[in-house]
């Protein structure tokens, strides 16, 4: 069984430009999840989604960051436009129900350094 | 809220020594405990869960972890430390039963080396 998929791997850009992230998921995990991981840290939520329909993004910056997740199946996730601060590793996650066994599959991550 | 204190951002051990990786969660609610393994430049990969089960929790790659409640721990061992067991080690909190798949909480983290 495949992993949860995402591109690109790694992204170097120069501030104030856009860039996008993708993730697909484990197939027939309805909830999808972005975190924000900064060097030395532990992840942090961004969004969460339900199929396809935020059901948390209390932690997104929203002046800045978007994400959709259509059809409920791949999501991506935007900077736009893009800050020093934002260098970071974006990881995407999925988990298979929706009555909380908890445990989250995660893919590699995309590395981002904004110059 | 929930939240996991992971005593200890590096931990040095020898190669065949005991390791311990110290973990102290807040929880509102009878909380799902977790700890995954993070490798140099790939995602979290969980070792082991706790799910209201059997409080002694055995992982992969020979690693356990116990939940106390009286202590509010659930610290990570793993009797003789491998030169493969470098790697970040994170601990993890959510509510758990019937409040679905809400976020996960990590800690900061435990950076694990391995002295040969």
């Known amino acids: 069984e495949a992993g949860v998929v995402q591109s690109p791997r790694y992204k170097i850009i120069e501030k104030k430009q856009p860039v996008a992230f993708w993730c697909n998921p484990i197939?027939?995990?309805?909830?999808l999840y972005w975190y924000l991981q900064n060097l030395g840290q532990g992840p942090e939520l961004l969004i969460r989604y339900e199929n396809e329909e935020a059901v948390d993004d209390s932690q997104l910056p929203k002046d800045r960051f978007s994400a959709e997740r259509l059809k409920g199946v791949d999501s991506t996730l935007k900077i736009q436009p893009a800050e020093l601060g934002d260098s970071a590793v974006y990881l995407c996650a999925s988990s298979p129900d929706t009555m909380g066994t908890g445990e989250l599959f995660f893919g590699e991550g995309s590395r981002l350094t904004v110059l | 809220a929930q939240s996991v204190t992971q005593l200890g951002s590096h931990v040095s051990v020898s190669e065949g020594a005991l390791v311990l990786l110290r973990c102290n969660y807040s929880s509102s609610v009878p909380p799902y405990l977790f700890w995954y393994v993070q490798y140099p430049n790939q995602g979290l990969q969980l070792l082991l869960k706790y799910t209201s089960a059997a409080t002694l929790v055995k992982g992969i790659n020979g690693f356990e972890a116990e939940f106390k409640k009286s202590e509010t721990s659930f610290h990570l061992t793993k009797p003789s430390a491998h030169m493969s067991d470098a790697a970040e080690y994170f601990c993890?909190?959510?509510?758990?039963?019937?409040?679905?798949?809400?976020?996960?909480?990590f800690g900061t983290g435990t950076r694990l080396t391995i002295i040969p």
């Open positions: 993890a909190v959510t509510r758990g039963s019937n409040f679905g798949n809400e976020k996960l909480t």
């Open positions: 197939s027939g995990h309805n909830t």
